[in-house]
Nanobody
Framework: QVQLVESGGGLVQAGGSLRLSCAAS????????MEWYRQAPGKQRETVAT???????DYQDSVKGRFTISRDNAKDTMYLQMNSLKPEDTAVYYC??????????????WGQGTQVTVSS
C-alpha cells in the first residue's frame, strides 16, 4: 500500500525557519498534485501550498513570500521550506498527494501530520 510520512516539525522561535518533508512510499505508479495543509487548534484544516507534477505552485496568501513548496519526483518526496515563522503558523501540518498505483485511477493519500509550534 501507499504511505505518506511527514518529518521536520518542531518548536521554533518567531522569525525562525523549519523545513518539512513528505515522503511517499509503496506501490506508486505516479504522483499528480501534492499539497501541504495545516490545522490549528479549534480551526478547520486549510490548504497552505500546492505543487503540480509539472512544478507549478500556489500558496495561501498568508504564507506567500515566506514558505516555498518543492518536490523531488525521483524520490517521491515533497518539501515545505518555512521562513520568517510567526506564532500564527502554529499547527499540525499534513501532506496530501494524489497517487495512482495502476496508471489509471488517482486517489488522495494523507500523511499522519507533524506538529509545528512557533513561540513568540
Amino acid at each position: 500500500q501507499v504511505q505518506l510520512v511527514e518529518s521536520g516539525g518542531g518548536l521554533v522561535q518567531a522569525g525562525g525557519s523549519l523545513r518539512l518533508s513528505c515522503a511517499a512510499s509503496g506501490r506508486i505508479f505516479s504522483i499528480n498534485s501534492m499539497e501541504w495543509y495545516r490545522q490549528a487548534p479549534g480551526k478547520q484544516r486549510e490548504t497552505v501550498a500546492t505543487i503540480t507534477n509539472g512544478g507549478s505552485t500556489d500558496y495561501q496568501d498568508s504564507v506567500k513570500g515566506r514558505f516555498t513548496i518543492s518536490r523531488d519526483n525521483a524520490k517521491d518526496t515533497m518539501y515545505l521550506q518555512m521562513n520568517s515563522l510567526k506564532p500564527e503558523d502554529t499547527a499540525v501540518y499534513y501532506c496530501k498527494a494524489d497517487i495512482s498505483t495502476n496508471g489509471r485511477t488517482y486517489y488522495a493519500y494523507w500523511g499522519q501530520g507533524t506538529q509545528v509550534t512557533v513561540s513568540s
